[in-house]
């Protein structure tokens, strides 16, 4: 009887512990990606496919110059005039540091298309990669 009930009071500790013990943590491993430079990836992909790959007629005079791997902190990719790639850059999108937020500006921003530039910026930056804004 005494055997029966020492193995059973072992058992119970067992489980005991058992239950005290937290289970394993799965954290996510980093992508050593900052903020900005995650945002600006999703931004310069949707930009790239919507306004230069598809040509889009808008944007025809304009060629992107990506700088997404800057090692300043501040990715950014540049619209310049398609026939003078080292031109003043009409167009800069950037963001910078651990934030997510992308300034747009530039002396397209004061043209006509600089409404739909802000919007199809806005609707990228928001995780939305189509190219144009659905009604």
């Known amino acids: 009887m005494i055997k029966n009930r020492t193995i059973a009071l072992i058992a119970v500790s067992g489980f005991a512990l058992a239950s ?7 954290t996510p491993v980093p992508s050593g990606k900052s903020a900005a430079l995650l945002s600006m990836e999703q931004v310069a992909i949707s930009a790239h496919k919507c306004w230069i790959a598809s040509k889009d007629p808008a944007f025809k005079q ?21 026939k003078h790639y080292g031109g003043k850059p009409l ?9 997510s937020r992308v300034d747009v500006f530039g002396p397209l921003m004061n ?7 802000s919007s199809d910026i ?6 939305n990669p189509a190219c144009a804004a659905t009604a």
Do not use: H
């Open 20 to 26: 005290c013990q937290s289970s394993p943590k799965i």
């Open 62 to 82: 304009y060629q992107m110059a990506n700088e997404l791997n800057s090692f300043s902190g501040t990715p950014r990719f540049l619209l310049v005039p398609a």
């Open 91 to 99: 167009l800069v999108v950037q963001a910078q540091g651990n934030s």
């Open 111 to 117: 043209d006509p298309l600089g409404a739909r530039i």
């Open 122 to 127: 806005a609707r990228w930056q928001a995780g």
